[in-house]
């Protein structure tokens, strides 16, 4: 009962932090940069600010899709922040410039991402039908469960590194919209709101990761009694 009140709460808590960055990202979109500067302009100075000339900024589909690329070292920018002149767009563009200024850096927090993501690939494709046969087949195959549970276990991982590789992301984001003058004492502090909120959702998304891993655990443990 208590693992199923955990799911429910943070299943409310995820919903609750998704409509709140979606409100905030509207909110702050509507607040004008005075340079007039767009997501993909504001990418580009970032990216020459910390010597990086080998990445390529370019437009993406959808809402709330950029994204750092580190295979083909690519900023993509979702069509409300490329060319658009905002503090949201800003911060969201800057922020994934952080990612870019990660890998030319060599940052170990995202090398040990970037390196399980085949892994986490290959885990995602397959975790369910295993877990699924596992709890079917437990008195007949015990350990097909626990297979299970060590491939879901890499995407409880790859959400954990995930955490420290968004907040350095942000901090390194926010330092240099302060330092270049992107921002400024008046817009600032809802840079910082914006960048906050996104972080909330992977610390929920961790969350629930680890809930989830904690249930299958249960599962095969109180079934081996």
């Known amino acids: 009962m208590l693992i ?5 709460g943070i299943a409310v808590i995820s919903y609750i932090v998704q409509a709140r960055l979606k409100s905030k990202f509207e909110k702050y979109s509507e607040l004008p940069l005075s340079n007039g500067m767009t997501g993909r302009e504001v990418a580009e ?10 990445v390529t900024v370019t437009s993406t589909s959808g809402m709330l899709t950029d994204h750092y690329n580190p295979a083909n070292k690519t900023v993509n920018l979702s069509e409300g922040v490329y060319g658009t002149c905002s503090v949201a767009a ?6 994934e410039c952080g990612h870019a200024v990660q890998h030319a850096r060599a940052y170990g927090p995202l090398q040990l991402r970037s ?12 975790v369910s039908w295993v877990l699924l046969a596992g709890i079917l087949l437990l008195n007949v195959f015990p350990n097909l469960l626990l297979v299970g549970i060590c491939l879901f276990a890499m995407t409880t991982l790859f959400s954990l590194i995930t955490l420290p590789v968004e907040i350095d992301a942000s ?32 610390v929920v998304a961790a969350l629930s990761s680890l809930a989830t891993l904690i249930y299958y655990v249960l599962i095969y443990m109180n079934r081996r009694e």
């Open 171 to 202: 901090r390194r984001a926010l330092a240099w919209l302060s330092s270049a003058g992107i921002t400024n004492a008046f817009n600032h502090r809802q840079a910082t709101d914006a960048l906050r909120s996104a972080a909330y959702t992977y």
């Open 115 to 126: 390196a399980l993501v085949p892994v986490v690939q290959f885990s995602s494709s397959i």
């Open 90 to 95: 800003a911060a969201v563009a800057a922020h």
């Open 4 to 8: 199923w009140i955990v799911f429910i």
């Open 45 to 54: 100075k970032m990216l020459r600010d910390n010597g990086i000339y080998d």
